[in-house]
């Protein structure tokens, strides 16, 4: 499928990407599979329902008989917190698995949130792809073309899908991170939740409003130091045990 881009442009999204076969998907009674994620999270992932960001990504996945989201315990590699695969994206099922649980807090939600952003993106490119979902997010499609990206496991994938999540979603990340914690410090103390696992493609550059700038490494200093305040005295599901 071809979108027009800044006037002329025509661009093919995903390039080699090779649409799904016309099927009717058997309904599945749960669209979102956490089965295998262990209590502590599943109890923590339930909490996060109430969160707006929640329903705009992993929540777009409940109640659609055209996908199945699986949230599991597992190993992404060394070094990560979690991971989305959406190598089987047209047969309409995500897997997103979580590696690290660190305090079973608001650090667990911001991965949470973090793969489920992953997620809603496979299930848009894919969609925009299929001509379902009409909407043009311009530059994710841009950095699709630009990059090659496949929408599946390769890495121009995840490079895309980084750095439109560090100009698009780290603010937003945030602040679900401050709601969650009951709004106790102004959101500029939650910045480095929604930084996490984007910090290198802050700092070579990122989209903010519209303009092009760095991550400053002095004030993602002071982002750290914050989130190891906030962690040590939030009440944030600790009652999930």
């Given amino acids: 499928m071809t979108v027009e881009l800044a006037g002329a442009i025509l661009v093919k999204v995903g390039v080699g990407y090779t649409s799904a076969p016309e099927e009717e998907h058997e309904p599945v009674e749960d669209k979102i599979d956490d089965s295998e994620l262990n209590k502590r999270a599943r109890c ?142 102004p959101l500029e103390h939650y910045m480095g939740f929604g930084w996490d696992g984007l910090r290198a493609y802050g700092y070579n550059g990122y989209y903010d409003n519209g303009v092009f700038k760095p991550l400053d490494k002095g004030r993602d200093s002071e982002y750290y130091k914050n989130q190891a305040a906030i962690l040590a005295t939030t009440t944030f599901a600790k009652d999930c045990l």
Avoid: W
């Fill in 44 to 185: 923590l992932l339930e909490k996060l329902k109430i969160n707006k960001l929640y329903g705009k990504t992993i929540g777009v996945f409940d109640n659609n008989d055209n996908y199945k989201l699986i949230i599991k315990d597992g190993y992404c590699g060394i070094g990560k917190d979690g991971c989305a695969n959406g190598g089987d994206i047209e047969n309409g099922n995500v897997i997103i698995k979580i590696q690290s649980f660190g305090n079973y807090s608001l650090d667990l939600a911001a991965t949470m949130l973090h793969e489920g952003i992953h997620a809603e993106i496979y299930k848009y490119v894919y969609e925009f792809n299929e001509g379902i979902d009409p909407n043009q997010r311009r530059n994710l499609l841009n950095y699709y073309y630009h990059y090659g990206a496949r929408n599946g496991l390769d890495l121009a994938t995840t490079t895309v899908q980084h750095q439109f999540m560090a100009d698009n979603y780290v603010k937003p990340i945030a602040q679900a991170m401050r709601e969650l914690d009951g709004s106790r410090y």
